[in-house]
């Protein structure tokens, strides 16, 4: 799968990629990702990435000229992308079900939003979409873009070792992940549940699927609503609100 990011700083994106599972996917050849300085696409001296908003008001606002020659330079190079996103806190929310959309797209190109904002010519003709990973305000889109890269990558085959870590993950199974134990057996007089200690698998799945259900019901209610539960879950997530109701 093929990435482009454009930025105004290039080394914010490609120092993180070249680090572990994107950086070990994209020395392997499956992951192929370019970023781009959106400086380079400047046309005057001072190279200038923004403006002054029309209809005044604080701040600077992206130009659109250099993005627009970013994302012609990409497909003059690199081919029609599947998808040009524009990292913006006024988007929807970057979901697990848009990286697996994302991820059948085969190549994107991912526009680094700055400042107080971007020109709105670039969100209406030249991104297909918008994007925006959380409710809070980064300073750039940069960080965004690399959540996106990263959560996107890990779908494409083969760039997790396990795939059955993949499918097996928490929102990929849509609810949270149980809790999880390693050695030593006793730590510092802190013990972990006797099941898993116990070989039986039967019970192991009982219990871990009990934790999951308990967990999301606490944590994250409205995930149940869209996760799929079978009769046993039904009755166990009743149980858990019926205790809630006593206390
Ligand atoms: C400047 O970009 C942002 O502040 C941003 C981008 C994507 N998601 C967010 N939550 C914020």
Not at 132 to 152: F, H, N, Q
């Amino acid at each position: 799968m093929k990435f482009d990011v454009v930025t105004i700083f290039p080394g914010m994106v490609t120092g993180p990629i070249t680090e572990g599972i994107v950086g070990r996917a994209i020395a392997r050849g499956m992951l192929d990702v370019r970023v781009h300085d959106l400086r380079d696409h400047t046309t005057d001296r001072h190279r200038v990435v923004d403006d002054t908003p029309f209809g005044g008001g604080p701040g600077m606002v992206m130009k659109p000229e250099p993005l627009f020659r970013a994302v012609e330079h990409v497909r003059a190079t690199r081919g029609v992308p599947g998808g040009v996103i524009l990292t913006s806190p006024d988007a929807p929310r970057f979901t697990h079900r848009d990286a697996l959309r994302l991820c059948g797209l085969d190549h994107l190109v991912i526009l680094c939003g700055r400042y107080e904002g971007v020109d709105d010519r670039v969100r209406r003709h030249l991104a297909t979409e918008e994007l925006s990973i959380g409710d809070y305000v980064l300073s750039g889109g940069e960080l965004a873009a690399l959540v996106i890269v990263d959560a996107v990558a890990r779908l494409v085959p083969g760039v997790v070792g396990h795939d059955e870590s993949v499918a097996r993950d928490t929102f990929a199974r849509g609810l949270l992940d149980f809790p999880q134990y390693t050695r030593p057996a006793e730590f510092r007089g802190m013990g972990v549940p006797p099941v898993l200690l116990s070989g039986h698998h039967a019970e192991i799945e009982r219990w871990r699927r009990r934790e999951a259900l308990a967990r999301t019901l606490e944590r994250r209610p409205e995930l149940l609503e869209g996760a799929e539960l079978g009769p046993a879950d039904r009755a166990f997530v009743d149980e858990l609100l019926q205790q809630r109701e006593k206390h």
